[in-house]
């Protein structure tokens, strides 16, 4: 079955430092991979998206991530967070079809 | 802001009632998706409509039910409503019905079964 795992529930990082957001899928081929942010109270915004090409890409908000389909991970990259950073995150994947696959999601809190 | 409108914001209904949630697409993308939020399930697919037709089925009770319109505006129907229930629903809107076009997604509508 399709899954994508996101092994971290919760992530405390200082503002200022670095972040990197786990994601995980299994899927039968190489899926189409995003990540999404959810703010409290919101709905969800796409970061970035990876479809072919370039492993690593770039999205808003300064944030990255590099596919990797040895490790079947998408890992979600910042070099310095921000406070304003402190949301849900979520990894989801399709592959072909409509229908997107999301993690459970990771929790990012920001200490000033 | 995404573009795509939800409304209600909030809903509160007692078990066994039936309510109706509306959502309207990004001008111009003919896919709607609508999603189930729970603290213990996640972020789960429902159903897709693509321009009127329903494309896809998820995750989706036999008490639940949606439909596009020709405005391509959806509604999604909750019917005998249960505790369980309780959740934020998503829309989202895309320009076609592949998974390679990005999903966006609306506010949601956190529905309350008391």
């Known amino acids: 079955a399709q899954s994508v795992t996101q092994p971290d529930i919760h992530i405390t990082v200082s503002e200022g430092a670095s972040l990197e957001l786990r994601c995980n899928y299994s899927?039968?081929?190489?899926?189409?991979l995003f990540w999404y942010v959810q703010s409290p109270g919101q709905g969800l915004q796409l970061l970035l998206k990876y479809f072919s090409g370039d492993t690593l890409v770039q999205g808003i908000k300064g944030f990255e991530a590099e596919f990797k389909r040895s490790q079947s991970s998408f890992n979600l990259r910042k070099p310095s967070v921000h406070w304003s950073d402190a949301a849900e995150y979520f990894c989801?994947?399709?592959?072909?079809?409509?229908?997107?696959?999301f993690g459970k999601g990771t929790k990012l809190s920001v200490i000033p | 802001d995404s573009g795509v409108t939800q409304t209600p914001k909030h809903l509160i209904t007692a078990t066994g009632q039936r309510v109706t949630l509306r959502c309207s697409p990004r001008?111009?993308?003919?896919?709607v998706y609508w999603y189930q939020q729970s603290l213990d399930q996640g972020l789960q697919f429902l159903i897709q409509?693509?321009?009127?037709?329903?494309?896809a089925k998820g995750n989706i009770l036999e008490r639940f039910s949606a439909q596009q319109f020709p405005d391509l505006h959806s509604e999604l129907n909750l019917s005998s409503l249960e505790l369980g229930d309780s959740a934020l629903y998503f829309c989202?809107?895309?320009?076609?019905?592949?998974?390679?076009?990005?999903?966006?997604f609306g506010p949601g509508t956190r529905l309350t079964v008391t």
């Open positions: 899927y039968g081929a190489t899926p189409y």
């Open positions: 989801a994947a399709g592959a072909g079809s409509y229908q997107l696959t």
């Open positions: 001008s111009g993308d003919l896919s």
């Open positions: 409509y693509y321009n009127g037709e329903e494309r």
């Open positions: 989202a809107s895309s320009v076609a019905w592949a998974g390679e076009y990005e999903q966006y």
